[in-house]
């Protein structure tokens, strides 16, 4: 029992971080129209960024995830400003420039894996935090670091839900992500609003990769197959749809973990896959419903 | 208030306005008539920003509009509501409304606007919590309407409002809208229809073929309707079917 119990919460750990990242993907489909294939590497630089704060800024592990949310934030909005807004503008999903904003994401994911084996090196970088003793709740005890991915994303979410429901500018990202032209007939400056959703997202994905590191190494190609999982986690849960993302990544996480632990540790990465494939067979909207997109 | 100037633009290399000609006066209920495909909406597109045009000038309350992007010119106070009732479905009334006062930060003028919205269309107060999703037609129109005014804009423009909707609904909302102008909004409305119309506001345009063809005050056009309708295209008998219905 205690054995099942540890899978479990490792896999909800685990599958925090994916949820953090399919949100990512999720809200950058519903804003921008695109499917953004170097998300899985905003979440690395992420991770790096976040452990250079932590280790040679000397900055307290909970700052060293807001800066690293800020900064890789930031770097998301000159990304989608300088190299991708050529093309959305344009029109994303079906069209020509959508097709060229998939490969340009895969070029992107290129770009800051080299960039960042030129700045930190090929091999994995240790993120040692202290997270002081398990806390025991019963008979279990909970390693402190897992707990602190749970809590943390738990934070980060409900924060970003607060943000969306109750907020202004959380009802114009909505609306962006409905409508374009009738949000720009409310005066929202739609432009500005896509690089905020653009630069939400990456805070999400740094924020995620700075939460993995301390039960991770940190190296350079971590985002490429967290990738593959935050999307099946969107599609399971429904893409576009944010609690469906959520949804998504926790069950992806436990099917993961609980696969690896009772049936076969090196075929861990194939099981949500496997689910991924049963949830399209029979509800092939994701299990929350796709956001229905139709782009001329 | 608002004019515009020789006016052309279309979609991609099609060309749909070919130099239209159109005035508002402060305070004035102009209507826009034309038959379905004549560039009525594509006119409103280019006022508000939605489209560039190709050519000609739009200067609204002394400042030049065109060319600039529709965020801006619903901060300079011109707002457009859309033909085809589109609301943001998965938010609720309040969410809608309070989205269309977007660009006024103050919590007073907001609700002020939420207010006086209700006032105008009472039923939006009783489903302000309902998703609009969940609105019948006439309900979502009043919804964009309302919506529309939040901003407390100087000018609206109305693609259609009467489209799609059963003529008692259509009696409402026309009844609302001159609410609104006496109220001291100044209107653009596009409209199939004629009569209707005609009886609401004091100037008329007749587009046809991306030009403004006919103008002239509405109770001259009226007299006239019979011979006007005639280049309504082939929406005539509509016309008077909806007449019949009306009376
Ligand atoms: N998005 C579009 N792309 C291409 N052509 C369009 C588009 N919208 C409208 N048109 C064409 O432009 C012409 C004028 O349309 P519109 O201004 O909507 O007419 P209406 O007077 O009925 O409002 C029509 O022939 C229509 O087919
Ligand atoms: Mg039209």
Redesign the pocket.
């Known amino acids: 029992m205690t054995y099942f119990i540890d899978l479990l919460i490792v896999g909800l750990s685990i599958g925090m971080v994916y949820a953090l990242i399919a949100i990512g993907i999720s809200l950058i489909y519903s804003g921008l129209d695109i499917v953004h294939f170097a998300h899985g590497e905003i979440y690395m630089v992420g991770a790096f960024i976040g452990l250079v704060l932590f280790n040679t800024v000397g900055l307290p592990y909970p700052l060293a995830i807001l800066g690293s949310m800020i900064l890789t934030g930031l770097l998301g909005v000159f990304i989608e400003r300088v190299f991708y807004r050529r093309l959305t503008a344009r029109g994303g999903g079906y069209t020509v420039a959508g097709l060229g904003m998939i490969i340009s994401g895969f070029g992107m994911s290129i770009v800051l894996q080299n960039a960042a084996y030129l700045i930190w090196g090929a091999k994995p970088l240790p993120f040692l935090v202290r997270f002081g003793m398990p806390v025991e709740i019963g008979s279990i005890a909970l390693p402190a670091s897992y707990l602190w991915i749970v809590v943390a994303a738990l934070f980060l979410m409900t924060v970003l839900h607060l943000f969306l429901t109750r907020t202004p500018l959380g009802l114009a990202v909505r609306a962006v992500a409905h409508n374009k032209e009738i949000a720009s007939l409310m005066g929202i400056n739609v432009p500005l609003m896509i690089s905020v959703i653009f630069g939400i997202a990456c805070a999400l994905g740094a924020a995620a990769g700075v939460l993995i590191g301390p039960i991770n190494y940190v190296s350079v190609l971590m985002g490429t197959a967290i990738l593959i999982k935050a999307f099946a986690a969107a599609v399971i849960g429904g893409f576009g749809n944010l609690p469906g993302a959520i949804l998504g990544g926790l069950i992806v996480g436990i099917t993961e973990s609980l696969g690896a632990g009772y049936l076969s540790g090196s075929y861990k990465d194939i099981y949500p896959f496997i689910l991924m494939i049963a949830v399209l067979m029979f509800r092939p909207a994701g299990l929350f419903g796709t956001i229905a997109k139709m782009k001329a | 208030m608002l004019r515009v100037e020789n006016a052309t633009g279309g ?2 290399s ?1 060309q ?1 306005l070919n130099g239209a000609n159109l005035s508002v006066e402060r305070g004035q209920i102009a209507t826009l008539l ?1 038959g ?8 409103l597109k280019i006022i508000s920003g939605l489209m560039k045009p190709w050519s000609g000038t739009i200067t609204f309350d002394g400042q030049r509009i065109d060319g600039m992007r529709s965020d801006s010119i619903v901060r300079l106070g011109l707002v457009q509501v859309t ?1 085809g009732k589109e609301a943001f479905p998965g938010m609720t009334v309040e969410e809608n409304l309070r989205l269309g006062a977007f660009v006024r930060h103050d919590r007073a003028v907001v609700a002020r606007g939420l207010e006086r919205a209700f006032e105008y269309f009472p039923i939006l107060k009783t489903k302000r919590r309902q998703l609009a999703a969940t609105l019948s037609g006439g309900q979502l129109q009043m919804l964009c309407i309302a919506r529309g005014l939040m901003s407390e804009p100087k000018m609206m423009l109305l693609d259609e409002p009467s489209a799609a909707l059963a003529p008692q609904v259509v009696l409402d909302i026309f009844r609302i809208i001159s609410r609104i102008c006496r109220d001291g909004m100044t209107l653009l409305m ?1 409209e199939q229809n004629v009569r209707m119309a005609l009886l609401l506001a004091s100037y008329g345009y007749v587009i046809k073929d991306g030009v403004i063809k006919i103008e002239g005050p509405a109770d001259a056009l009226m007299k006239d309707v019979n011979v006007k309708l005639s280049y309504l295209g082939g929406t005539v008998a509509e016309q008077e079917k909806q007449l019949n219905l009306n009376h």
């Open positions: 979609y991609g099609v749909i034309g379905n495909g004549t560039g009525k909406s594509t006119l033909q596009v």
